[in-house]
C-alpha cells in the first residue's frame, strides 16, 4: 500500500470539510439541479434525476412542518459542547430527503452545532471511512468535535426504529421490496422526523 493511501481519518475529515457545504447551499444546489433535469452523484440518469425531483419536494415540506417538542428544544439549545455534524448525502437518496431537514431543524436551534454537507461520491475517502455494514449507505452523519477534531459518534443511514424495520425485513425476505420502500416511505410520513430526532439528542449526550 502506498505511504499517500495511509491517511489518517482527521486529515480525511479536514478534506473533506473544505469542500463542505451548508445546508442553505445545498439545498439551492438541489434547485438548481431540478431546473437542470439533472441530479448529483456519478449516475446521472433520467431516474436519478427524476428522484432528485421528487426529493426536493419532500424537503421543502419537511423545512416547513418538522417541529421538537419542548423538551427537544431545551435539550439542544442548553447544549454546551462545540461540535460539527458532517453529512454525506447525494440529492437523489430518499432516506436523506426526509433526514437532512430533521437535522437542519436541529442543528439551527444550537451556535454549537456546525451543520456542513458534502456529497458522497465527492468523497470517496471520507465515506470509505464510515462505512455501514461495508456498505456506502447514506445519509451518514459524522459528529466531530471542533477541540480536539475527534469523531465521537455517527448517524445513518436511518433512524434507529427505520434501521430495525429495515434490518428484520431483510432477515426475513433477503432483500429489500419495492413494496417495503413504499411502506417505509409512508412511516416516515407518519413518523414526522421525530425518530430522528430523538437519535440527534443522544449524539449531544
Same mark, same amino acid.
Given at each position: 500500500m502506498k505511504t499517500t493511501e495511509l491517511l489518517m481519518p482527521n486529515t480525511v475529515i479536514r478534506d473533506s470539510l473544505k469542500q463542505s457545504m451548508s445546508y442553505e447551499d445545498y439545498t439551492e444546489l438541489i434547485n438548481t439541479l431540478v431546473n437542470a433535469s439533472s441530479t448529483t452523484g456519478h449516475e446521472k440518469t433520467e431516474t436519478m434525476a427524476n428522484y432528485t425531483m421528487l426529493n426536493q !419536494? !419532500?424537503? @421543502? !415540506?419537511?423545512? @416547513?412542518?418538522? !417541529?421538537l417538542d419542548e423538551d427537544a428544544k431545551a435539550k439542544v439549545e442548553n447544549y454546551r459542547g462545540d461540535v460539527t455534524w458532517l453529512v454525506l448525502t447525494e440529492s437523489w437518496c430518499g432516506d436523506?430527503?426526509?433526514i437532512l431537514p430533521v437535522i437542519n431543524k436541529v442543528a439551527a436551534l444550537s451556535s454549537n452545532i456546525n451543520y456542513r454537507v458534502v456529497l458522497r461520491d465527492d468523497n470517496d475517502a471520507l465515506m470509505n471511512q464510515f462505512l455501514t455494514n461495508g456498505g456506502r449507505s447514506i445519509p451518514k452523519l459524522i459528529a466531530i468535535d471542533n477541540k480536539s477534531e475527534e469523531v465521537i459518534g455517527t448517524f445513518g443511514p436511518r433512524p434507529s426504529e427505520a434501521t430495525k424495520m429495515v434490518n428484520d425485513y431483510k432477515q426475513k425476505h433477503g432483500t429489500l421490496t419495492a413494496e417495503f420502500k413504499e411502506d417505509l416511505q409512508r412511516w416516515y410520513n407518519k413518523d414526522k422526523g421525530q425518530s430522528t430526532i430523538k437519535d440527534l439528542l443522544e449524539l449531544l449526550d
Open positions: !419536494r !419532500r424537503m @421543502k !415540506r419537511w423545512d @416547513k412542518t418538522v !417541529r436523506a430527503a426526509h
